[in-house]
């Protein structure tokens, strides 16, 4: 949900009780649109975050822990130029825009007093941040909008501020119930979209709320009862505006997904799980640090994942180059011939000869040699000689590179597995330290942040009561072969494909058959074919299994191995995850 004018109206209120005579200690942005303002009030330091992303633009103290870059962007020094240690004195807003403005009280560079406006523009792909002086001019904008984007509102440098165009609707915040009411009967549309048409300050959430128990009513058609009940429902909206003790921060959840929020219960919702919470930033920290965070590990999957792809398209290029030329290598037992020939009969050609026929004496045939006129009949043999030892050489070499091509094909094609599992920013940085660390990726700096705060394996249990562990990345993978399997433990992975490495912890005893079963599962579901039917698993001993010489991370081989076809059933195997 974005945030609508009537929320925007309570969260100014609420922070103005916060922030009035706090002041600014430090400004930071952790990305292109938001800002961090750490702030002292009397009731202790704290974090105001300022984001104008699209999607996602709000206000709200905030406890999240923010990697700001090392250069700091334009806009951020500018803030820091004119806001830092500056005192907020006053939070309101726009009634009935989505805009909060905060003031401050600054001194500038010459020691004066001056005002300064920071306007919080929360409106969609219009969100934006906007420094205003004392007169009403514009400092700059996050944003810069000039006359090819909006023939209405430019926001420049030097530019007087202009407030966003209002909407021509009656205002929820301004203007009385009856009124109100008035204006929604006179549309035709159900009374729910003459809300939404009719009235500015309110979501569409807001509006279904307005309209509930009347959501199949033409608003023109309503009956006195009917009129009766909206104005109701409009008043259990306005209430907790104007009444701090009737706000009811709700947060509503479908399962563990997280669905809408308000500043009042939501009974269109009745029946699913809601969470209260004391103030608008605690439940607006929550929403949208979750929203943040998915957004976020979403990017850098397809990111890493872009990389990865291209990693594995250059090795696939590089391979078919080798193997062009090796099988150009396929020349060297003739040049050998051809120097051996030569060698046996330099009297029978002389420098300055473009060729020379010559016995063959492993076939018995003629064969014709051709020569290099600069040289002599003993420098065209040696000619010959060096070009099939280049040649052998390049043929080891390749040979060599492209073993070591296909261990590179298969370790990024378990990274590129790895990645689709990742569900947490650890994993993300454990998957980028291991690329860097095999020489795949440059420019990545890894900050250790205390003990990994997330388990490194998915642990199961089977029917038999036997313990499960499956790697979560390479790192991961390669710690649970080599290190926690003991000798007797056995060791489970998909048959010639990428997946994660499953150790079935036998604590010495022989697993019964279904135990067997449901790890070879638990090995097909998290691997590249979790969906796939009859999918070949080996497994063996742990102690079969040995790390490759000079081999990448996670990368081992095993032998005396089984195979066994299964087909992983997610519910059946996802049952078995311990929590």
């Known amino acids: ?31 292109r649109d938001e800002a961090v303002f750490f702030v002292r009030c009397f009731s202790g ?27 700091p962007p334009g806009f951020c020094m500018l803030l820091r130029k004119y806001l830092l240690n500056s005192r907020i004195i006053g939070v309101d807003t726009i009634p009935g825009d989505r805009v909060l403005l905060i003031h401050f009280d600054s001194i500038n560079e010459m020691g004066e007093r001056v005002s300064l406006l920071l306007s919080v523009e929360m409106m969609g792909r219009y969100s934006n941040l906007v420094l205003v002086d004392g007169d009403g001019i514009i400092v700059d904008a996050l944003k810069r909008i000039d006359d090819t984007q909006s023939e209405k509102r430019q926001l420049l440098p030097g530019l007087e501020f202009v407030a966003p165009p ?45 309209g509930l128990g009347l959501e199949d009513v033409a608003a023109s058609d309503a009956s006195v009862s009917q009129k009766t009940l909206l104005k109701s429902n409009l008043i259990r909206l ?36 809601k969470e209260v919470y004391g103030t608008a930033s605690e439940l607006f920290d929550r929403y949208y640090s979750a929203k943040d965070r998915e957004l976020r590990l979403k990017n850098r999957s397809q990111d890493l994942s872009r990389q990865v792809r291209q990693l594995l398209d250059r090795s696939i290029r590089k391979q078919d180059s080798r193997r062009e030329e090796l099988g150009n290598t396929d020349k060297a037992d003739q040049k050998r011939l051809f120097g051996e020939l030569l060698t046996a009969n330099l009297n029978a050609f002389h420098k300055g000869d473009n060729a020379v026929s010559v016995l063959n004496y492993y076939t018995g045939e003629r064969v014709t040699i051709p020569l290099d006129v600069t040289r002599s009949p003993n420098g065209n043999a040696q000619k010959y000689y060096k070009e099939y030892r280049k040649l052998r050489t390049a043929a080891e070499v390749l040979k060599r590179l492209l073993a070591e091509g296909e261990q590179e094909q298969e370790y990024l094609r378990q990274v590129a597995y790895d990645i689709t599992q990742a569900k947490t920013e650890e994993d993300f940085i454990e998957i980028r330290k291991d690329l860097k660390e095999s020489g795949f990726l440059r420019g990545f700096k890894y900050k250790q942040k205390g003990k990994r705060r997330t388990e490194p394996f998915f642990r199961y249990i089977t029917t038999g009561g036997y313990e499960v562990l499956v790697g979560k990345n390479n790192a991961a993978n390669e710690r649970l072969s080599l290190s926690v399997a003991s000798g007797r433990d056995l060791w489970f992975h998909i048959k010639g494909a990428a997946g994660s490495h499953v150790i079935l912890r036998t604590m010495g005893n022989d697993p019964d058959d ?26 063996t001993e742990a102690r079969r299994v040995r790390k490759i010489p000079g081999g990448k991370t996670g990368m081992v081989s095993y032998t005396d191995q089984k195979t066994a076809y299964v087909t992983p059933d997610e519910g059946r195997v996802l049952a078995k995850r311990v929590k």
């Open 166 to 210: 209002v909407p021509d609707k009656k205002n929820f915040l301004l203007d009385n119930i009856d009124d109100l009411a008035d204006e929604i009967i006179s549309s035709p549309k159900f009374i729910p979209d003459a809300v939404l048409q009719k009235v500015s300050g309110l979501s569409p959430l807001l509006c279904r709320e307005a």
């Open 45 to 71: 330091r704290k974090q105001l975050l300022l984001s104008a992303r699209s999607g996602s633009a709000r206000v709200h103290f905030t406890s999240e822990e923010f990697d700001y870059p090392v250069t």
């Open 238 to 273: 306005r209430e907790p505006i104007e009444s701090p003790e009737k706000r009811r921060w709700t947060l509503v959840f479908d399962g563990e997904r997280m669905v809408e929020f308000s500043y009042l219960d939501l009974f269109q919702y009745n029946g699913l799980r």
């Open 514 to 539: 279904v135990s067997m079963t449901e790890a070879c599962e638990i090995a097909a579901y998290h691997s590249s074919q979790p969906f796939g039917q009859l999918v070949p698993v080996d497994y």
């Open 1 to 31: 949900m974005a945030l609508d004018a009537s929320t925007i109206h309570i969260l100014a209120s609420e922070l103005e009780e916060s922030l009035n005579g706090s002041r600014v200690e430090k400004i930071s942005m952790p990305s």
